[in-house]
């Protein structure tokens, strides 16, 4: 403050808000990394809950136990888990339920599937949405605006990480899929 005249100091927003193009591939082997996905798991789509959860644990390596529901009656959630933070000798535990959406890049998450998650949220409890495709721009701006402590992972997240961990040719995402997660 200098002599009665105010100074407000102004910070850059921290809600950012991701156009479609922002969270889809946008070079063609990313492309067809999430392709490759969508196809393998096309006739599986309750399959494609434990590939989520794989994916949650390359973004969230902090991750421990995670069980996939049934895929029916499933209560809302494919998967609950728990994410463990503080130091190793007295850490603490977070519970957290996922969705999973497999769904076309052409498909965005909208906000139902999304008010589906929030419902079955617990008091203290984190939600995790894995789509292969987007969310749309009223999903991100409700989440964000009430403050749901939900991460969206988009089909642009699903390439990074598994890029980041190796896997950055649809070759190398076929060889992944199929040790992991077998076909009938």
Known sequence: MEGRAYTPLLAPATTVIRSKADQLPNDTV???????????FQ??????????????????????SVDVTRPSR?????????????PVAS???????????CYAADNSVGVREMSRLISRLRHRNFGV??????????????????GHPIVLV??????????QHGHSTTGAVEQWLTQNFLSP
């Open 30 to 40: 990313g492309q067809a990394i999430l392709e490759t996905i969508r196809q393998y």
């Open 43 to 64: 006739d599986r789509p309750h399959d494609f809950e434990r590939c989520a959860v794989a994916i949650w644990r390359l973004i969230a390596p902090a991750t421990t």
């Open 74 to 86: 499933d209560g809302g959630r494919d998967a609950v888990g728990a994410y463990s933070l503080g």
């Open 91 to 101: 850490p603490i535990s977070i519970d957290f339920a996922l969705e999973a959406k």
């Open 129 to 146: 949405l894995v789509s292969t495709s987007y969310f749309h721009k009223q999903v991100q701006e409700e989440v964000h605006e009430d």
């Open 154 to 163: 988009c089909g642009r997240d699903i390439v990074d990480a598994l890029r």
